[in-house]
């Protein structure tokens, strides 16, 4: 070997890398089912939808049904609710986003009800802006589920959804 | 431990392993004739307290396992129902419970006893940061067993901890689904956390096998401070010496974890846990276990959500740095007189802040969590390095014999 460092690679060279080379292949296809598997199952990723009828919910009222074993609130907004969120400025905002870019129609807001910050359930109807709460460490949501204050980053997701009739929509 | 084995097999027996297997060699070398400082206090108990938690806990978990179903419409039920009709139940389910406050509380002693005599310096900087990879194997196995109940305080902390997962640019959500196995926490996610809970002790276990080799090694700090320099006049063998001590401070222990589990077993959970878990409710005030609160307080007192997360494994990560963050030549905090006096202010903030991270996160709680964790840090990057270049630290004694002596060795030598 000493003799000749600078020749050509041998054929025992190449033998060598291309069994190292198979070996990492062989490894990791063995070890990617092993992480894999920890990832959302089919049944999981099943459960995609969700209709709901909406005709029962009155003015000013929040509903809230489990979509993917999170809970989605459906709030009927009242007109001065939607006035004023439609003028609030987005230098106002945190995670600046209109109103109208977050509803479909504007008397109703449809949004996944989950705290952006650590997952919690924020609550209805409290907080300084009159949209939500979360009671575990106190981020405050407007009517359109905006981010007012609290340690949250973003506002609260829409989730897609379409109105299939006047009183039916679906999540999803 | 080096040289030649003090061992000599007594039987025919003995005689006939050693030549094949030397593991009574091994094991009289490492626990009866290993040498121990003279001068150790009751402080350097809490390692063999430790070990004996550990077993405690497996022995329990294991049992309950027998009992418990890892499934999500079930494991409330089976939870309740070792509380009722399980044989020895509700002493199996409590001893274990309350047996993860008492582990956490050993630790804790462990860890500020190696904090005050500086027992992560030179040559003890790997075995300390070992000790730093067993604690958060016992915070992970903590937070585990915890969601196994399936309680509202279960679930909720189930949420809360694997979304500051979510907290990762770009893959964070992506990560957590794969944690949890869904879209939110569920039964994939109760299943593979008893697993998971399962598994780690034993990691634990043997991580512990190299803390104690690595101890083993280096030989034991001691409240001098001071290296052992001839074994015969500063040292005194493991048995009975250290058994016996070891023996009575974990007795005196024991008494804590009996009462505990015995008269106050409820004393450290929360009530809520008593509610079955329920995925569209989140409990008006969210407190992890005792033993996480200065972590989360940490956590909340920074408003932005990737900050805060990072600071909170940055809490933890830190403590691994010790040894190159407190470069003063003198180990123990007996003899340096600043050291002692930030080393209490420390404690002070670290309790402080598990009081905070119970409060509600608003108004002066906030801020005062602030402070402290800011503190907190200071001490880490500031105080430890400032003082290890410009202390003036009290003469230290020339050996383990000298510091027995000094303390008052003349009247019962």
């Known amino acids: ?172 | 431990m080096s040289g030649p084995s003090k061992y000599t097999p007594k039987s025919a027996f003995a005689r006939w392993l050693e030549r094949r297997l030397p593991i009574l060699s091994f094991m009289y070398d490492s626990f009866v004739a290993y040498p121990t400082p003279k001068n150790l206090n009751y402080l350097w108990t809490f390692g063999m307290i430790l070990s004996f938690m550990l077993v405690a806990q497996i022995a329990t978990g294991v049992v309950l396992a027998m009992h418990y179903t890892p499934e999500a419409t079930l494991a409330f039920a089976s939870v309740e129902n070792i509380m009722r009709d399980v044989n020895w139940g509700t002493v199996l389910r409590y001893a274990h419970a309350n047996g993860a406050s008492m582990f956490f509380l050993a630790a804790y002693i462990h860890i500020f006893r190696g904090m005050y005599y500086g027992s992560y310096k030179e040559p003890r900087e790997l075995l300390w940061i070992l000790g730093v990879v067993i604690f958060l194997a016992m915070m992970a196995t903590g937070f585990l067993g915890y969601v196994l109940p399936w309680g509202q305080m279960s679930f909720w902390a189930a949420t809360v901890i694997t979304n500051l997962f979510s907290a990762i640019p770009y893959v964070g959500t992506a990560v957590r689904e794969w944690l949890i196995g869904g879209y939110s926490v569920d039964n994939p996610t109760l299943n593979r956390f008893f697993a998971l809970h399962y598994l780690l002790p034993f990691v634990i276990a043997a991580i512990i096998g190299l803390h104690v080799w690595a101890l083993h090694v280096t030989g034991q700090n001691n409240p001098a401070g001071v290296e052992v320099k001839d074994e015969a006049k500063d040292t005194v063998p493991f048995t009975p010496y250290a058994t016996m001590k070891d023996a009575f401070g974990l007795g005196a222990f024991l008494v804590l974890y009996a009462w505990m589990t015995f008269f106050v077993p409820n004393y450290l959970g929360h009530p809520d846990n008593y509610i079955e878990a329920n995925p569209l409710v989140t409990p008006p005030h969210i407190v992890p276990e005792w033993y996480f609160l200065p972590f989360y307080a940490i956590l909340r007192a920074i408003p932005n959500k990737l900050l805060g997360v990072i600071a909170l494994f940055l809490s933890i990560a830190i403590a691994a740095m010790l040894p190159w963050l407190d470069r003063s030549k003198v180990k123990s905090g007996s003899h340096r007189p600043l050291f002692r006096k930030f080393y209490w202010v420390f404690v002070a903030v670290c309790v402080g802040l598990g009081y905070l991270g119970a409060q509600p996160a608003e108004g002066v709680y906030l801020w005062s969590a602030r402070i402290l964790a800011f503190y907190y840090f200071l001490h880490y990057v500031i105080v430890l390095p400032f003082l290890a270049k410009y202390e003036k630290t009290e003469p230290v004694p020339d050996s383990i014999a000298d510091a027995v002596a000094a303390k008052g060795g003349a009247s019962h030598a």
């Open chain 1, 1 to 172: 070997m000493s003799t000749n460092d600078k020749a050509e690679p041998s054929r025992r060279d190449i033998l060598y890398v291309a069994t190292g080379a198979a070996a990492a292949v062989a490894t990791g296809a063995a070890v990617w089912p092993l992480i894999a598997q920890m990832n959302p199952d089919a049944s999981t990723l099943a459960l995609a939808s969700t209709e709901v009828d909406i005709a029962a919910v009155p003015e000013g009222q929040i509903v809230t049904v489990k979509w993917r074993g999170k809970p989605v609130f459906i709030r009927h907004r009242t007109q001065k609710e939607i006035e004023r969120e439609q003028a609030t400025p987005l230098t106002d905002l945190p995670d600046p986003e209109p109103d109208s870019k977050r509803v479909k129609k504007p008397e109703w807001l449809v949004v996944v009800g989950v705290c952006t910050h650590l997952g919690c359930i924020p609550t209805g109807h409290e907080g300084e802006f009159d949209g939500w709460f979360c009671p575990c460490h106190g981020s405050t949501y407007d009517v359109s589920g905006r981010i007012r204050s609290g340690p949250a980053p973003t506002n609260l997701e829409v989730p897609d959804y379409a109105f299939l009739s006047d009183t039916k929509i679906k999540i999803g």
